[in-house]
Nanobody, 122 residues
Framework: QVQIVESGGGVVQPGGSLRLSCSATGSLFAIYSMGWYRQAPGQTREFVARVDSPGGTYHADSVKGRFTISRDNAKNTVYLQMIGLKPEDTAKYSC????????????????WGQGTQVTVSS
């Protein structure tokens, strides 16, 4: 069974930095992509950043230049380095993993972590 383990959230002042981590553990055959999404109170969940298997990275316009996603394939872990944080970045950040569960499977599975809270406040 595959599990998602997230860490790194917290409270930071405007202009501060945080690094989020997300690891996929358990039995899986291959990971297609790993990414971060966020949801603020009263808002719909929005895309933040994603990295695919070949290493391509994608960032939402609202975080470009401030957030950087990276991946350690050997550890099945993705990181989100956040700098220049703003109050509007306050949200629950959730990790999503798209993966192939086994070599014989033709399905793509999607798994979400429980989320980690990021609060930017003075």
């Amino acid at each position: 069974q595959v599990q998602i383990v997230e860490s790194g959230g917290g409270v930071v002042q405007p202009g501060g930095s945080l690094r989020l981590s997300c690891s996929a553990t358990g039995s899986l055959f291959a990971i297609y992509s790993m990414g971060w999404y966020r949801q603020a109170p009263g808002q719909t969940r929005e895309f933040v950043a994603r990295v695919d298997s070949p290493g391509g990275t994608y960032h939402a316009d609202s975080v470009k230049g401030r957030f950087t996603i990276s991946r350690d394939n050997a550890k099945n872990t993705v990181y989100l380095q956040m700098i220049g944080l703003k109050p509007e970045d306050t949200a629950k950040y959730s990790c999503n993993v798209l993966f192939k569960p086994s070599g014989a499977s033709t399905r793509t599975e999607s798994l979400w972590g429980q989320g980690t809270q990021v609060t930017v406040s003075s």
